[in-house]
T-cell receptor
Framework: QQPVQSPQAVILREGEDAVINCSSSKALYSVHWYRQKHGEAPVFLMILLKGGEQKGHEKISASFNEKKQQSSLYLTASQLSYSGTYFCGTEFGGTSYGKLTFGQGTILTVHP | KAGVTQTPRYLIKTRGQQVTLSCSPISGHRSVSWYQQTPGQGLQFLFEYFSETQRNKGNFPGRFSGRQFSNSRSEMNVSTLELGDSALYLC?????????????FGQGTRLTVV
């Protein structure tokens, strides 16, 4: 049950804001957000746990709606360095501990 | 603190051969997960090891196997390589994945099967 990310791609000018969504059809234990630049490893941004706990970079904000099984990543006042592909990884808990199921990615391009 | 180290960075192999990839996790991390990344299928989970035990496995054929050593370093092996195995193989290390902790990725091994 791969989560669905939207939008698939977004183009911004520096300083603009964007929201990336991640939806699951299955109950989630946690949602993990990563950014990957071309040819590089995915970089951890944030983890949101069932129950409300969050861990991640101070400049990144995200939400987790447990009722809707949906998470949103908020990128405000975008910078050129925000460009890359954003992935959400979902963890279902139970016997799925240790396994992340990733969305297809959202390509974010920030122009000067 | 050193990050996750994967070796080698690049590999070219011929169909039918086998390959072994290595992953050294961040010091103190006991969980290592492996993922395959391709343009068509995205990031797909292969397996996860914690304290030398495989706790979870993805939907890959038995040609894909792995192991973890007592120092938490992990290896994955792919036997009888197929063209479709060409991919970026990423490992991620975590202190303890069962508690929903952060996972940090290595740079990956780019495998090309010809």
């Amino acid at each position: 049950q791969q989560p669905v990310q939207s939008p698939q791609a977004v183009i911004l000018r520096e300083g603009e804001d964007a929201v990336i969504n991640c939806s699951s059809s299955k109950a989630l234990y946690s949602v993990h957000w990563y950014r990957q630049k071309h040819g590089e490893a995915p970089v951890f941004l944030m983890i949101l746990l069932k129950g409300g706990e969050q861990k991640g970079h101070e400049k990144i904000s995200a939400s987790f709606n447990e009722k809707k099984q949906q998470s949103s990543l908020y990128l405000t006042a975008s910078q050129l360095s925000y460009s890359g592909t954003y992935f959400c990884g979902t963890e279902f808990g139970g016997t799925s501990y240790g396994k992340l199921t990733f969305g297809q990615g959202t390509i974010l391009t920030v122009h000067p | 603190k050193a990050g996750v180290t994967q070796t080698p960075r690049y590999l070219i192999k011929t169909r039918g051969q086998q390959v072994t990839l290595s992953c050294s996790p961040i010091s103190g991390h006991r969980s290592v997960s492996w993922y395959q990344q391709t343009p068509g299928q995205g990031l797909q989970f292969l397996f996860e090891y914690f304290s030398e035990t495989q706790r979870n496995k993805g939907n890959f054929p038995g040609r894909f196997s792995g192991r973890q050593f007592s120092n938490s370093r992990s290896e994955m092996n792919v036997s009888t390589l197929e063209l479709g195995d060409s991919a970026l193989y990423l490992c991620a290390s975590s202190y303890d994945r069962s508690r929903g902790t952060e996972a940090f990725f290595g740079q990956g091994t780019r495998l090309t099967v010809v």
